[in-house]
């Protein structure tokens, strides 16, 4: 089996995956304070919960966005493990057969969203990922990633406006069914969330009329699901999206 794991700059994200699909997955707050034994204690009771067997695992690849963790949850591997996991970076792109923009400032994350996207459909893809950055990345039928747009994402923007304001509540991520607000926590949602739909639309048209032709839509991320009028501009929402892109990556890597 294999153990994914993608330290995104919110949670570290581990998968679980048995060659048919994932079968678990579970988050620990990315916290860089924290010591591989830290990581490798929580992994192990995880494991005793679900009844999985460490054994099993042969393989293990990471992504990783917080440069402070990646060595930390390498060494968490090979001392539960035994296994040198593979990890994401710009030495190991010339074996994905693709065209990376930047390969030393790219997301290591969003490079595994456009593999998947690159391998799955080999079309051109733009892909939204609604994370602790809101991303839109551009690859094309032929894996060259043609750049990526960055705006906060709707987690960081509530963060902002609530640390920045003495009189306004942090409110729950719900999509209001009227943009003009009735009160506080009502006005922050209409503003945010429906400010949002407007700029991801925004984004998908202006992306595309730039590429010149019409793309596949692909939506992943935690909070993916949270806008819910944006549902038909994409082609496919995953969450699962970039631990499938670290599947295919593991399969390619030698």
Known sequence: MLLAIDIGNTDVVFGIHNQQEWIHQFRIPSDSSRRSSDFEAKLRLFFLENNL?????????????????????????????????IIIGPEIYEQLKMEILSPYEIGTDLVCNATYSYYTYKKTCLIVDFGTALTFTVVTGEGKILGVSIAPGLKTAVKSLFS?????????????????????????????LWGYVGMVREMIMQIKKEVGQDCLVLATGGLSSILTPLRDEFDEVDKLLTLNGLKIISEIVK
């Open 164 to 192: 920045n304001t003495a009189q306004l509540p942090e409110v729950p991520l719900v999509m209001p069914e009227s943009a003009i607000g009735k009160n506080t926590v009502h006005a922050i949602q209409a503003g945010i």
């Open 53 to 85: 067997k460490i054994r099993e695992i042969n393989r293990s690849i990471i992504s990783c966005v917080v440069p402070d963790l990646k060595h930390v949850l390498k060494e968490t591997v090979q001392e539960m493990l035994g296994l040198d996991p």
